[in-house]
């Protein structure tokens, strides 16, 4: 709502019905079978999502094409009316069954594709463990020649094992 001023239009709020909102046990009983009756809240069950085999898909869209055949016109939409389909539906099927057949109907794992299989990630955490072991070895190694150079150098008999033999 708006009204003329001498420096432009104002804009006017439109206002608001005014309830009453004393705390009595008249307005908490009115509130109560508010809520009771449902009236005050609202809340509407959500439909499951459906989802449809290969064999429904693949009868909707030989149904489609019989109304098709049959020349009627808007036998195609009643029929996708009384099925409680979109057409985007029935383009994505016949887009899938004329690519892949009857098995490019078949319902897919939505999401993101796993990089690896199972296989190769057990392969790949044994070469992970592999090359820690590896390292690890060879940190071995060179502590062992560093400590053979250290008794060379102080001029220290390297301890021989009895077991040896």
Same mark, same amino acid.
């Given at each position: 709502?708006?009204?003329?001023?001498?420096?432009?239009?104002?804009?006017?709020?439109?206002?608001?019905?005014?309830?009453?909102?004393?705390?009595?046990?008249?307005?908490?009983?009115?509130?109560?079978?508010?809520?009771?009756?449902?009236?005050?809240?609202?809340?509407?069950?959500?439909?499951?999502?459906?989802?449809?085999?290969?064999?429904?898909?693949?009868?909707?869209?030989?149904?489609?094409?019989?109304?098709?055949?049959?020349?009627?016109?808007?036998?195609?939409?009643?029929?996708?009316?009384?099925?409680? /389909?979109?057409?985007?539906?029935?383009?994505?099927?016949?887009?899938?069954?004329?690519?892949?057949?009857?098995?490019?109907?078949?319902?897919?794992?939505?999401?993101?594709?796993?990089?690896?299989?199972?296989?190769?990630?057990?392969?790949?955490?044994?070469?992970?463990?592999?090359?820690?072991?590896?390292?690890?070895?060879?940190?071995?190694?060179?502590?062992?020649?560093?400590?053979?150079?250290?008794?060379?150098? /102080?001029?220290?008999?390297?301890?021989?094992?009895?077991?040896?033999?």
């Amino acid at each position: 709502m708006s009204r003329w001023a001498e420096n432009g239009i104002t804009v006017v709020p439109k206002p608001f019905p005014e309830r009453s909102h004393e705390p009595g046990p008249e307005s908490e009983q009115r509130e109560r079978e508010r809520a009771a009756s449902g009236s005050g809240v609202e809340s509407v069950a959500r439909r499951p999502r459906r989802s449809f085999s290969a064999a429904e898909k693949l009868r909707i869209v030989r149904r489609a094409e019989a109304c098709l055949a049959s020349g009627k016109r808007g036998a195609v939409e009643a029929m996708l009316r009384e099925e409680g /389909l979109y057409s985007s539906h029935l383009s994505t099927w016949r887009a899938q069954l004329a690519a892949s057949g009857k098995a490019g109907l078949e319902q897919h794992k939505t999401g993101r594709k796993p990089k690896m299989d199972a296989k190769d990630r057990a392969y790949a955490a044994l070469e992970k463990r592999n090359a820690e072991l590896e390292r690890k070895l060879h940190v071995a190694t060179v502590l062992i020649e560093l400590q053979k150079k250290a008794y060379e150098l /102080l001029g220290i008999a390297l301890p021989t094992r009895d077991d040896e033999s």
